[in-house]
């Protein structure tokens, strides 16, 4: 008989302010489709290729490093 371990659920509470105050207006943060434990980064209309927001907070990091 084997009991899975409790999965956290990441929540909006999660997120700090920064990254709220952040988003763009047409953009929201849901739960994943992908991985329903976290959240999503969901457009309510399309974006533009090449679209900028922010501002950015943190280190950049190169592709190979993620």
């Keep these: 008989n084997t009991t899975e371990p409790p999965v ?10 920064h990254v709220l105050r952040g988003l763009p207006e047409d953009v929201r943060l849901f739960p994943s489709a992908v991985d ?8 309510t209309k399309s974006i533009l290729k ?15 490093q993620v």
């Design 8 to 17: 956290a659920v990441e929540t909006l509470a999660d997120v700090p302010e």
């Design 36 to 43: 329903k434990t976290r959240l999503g980064v969901w457009a």
């Design 50 to 64: 090449g679209k900028k927001f922010g501002p950015f907070v943190g280190d950049k990091k190169k592709r190979s």
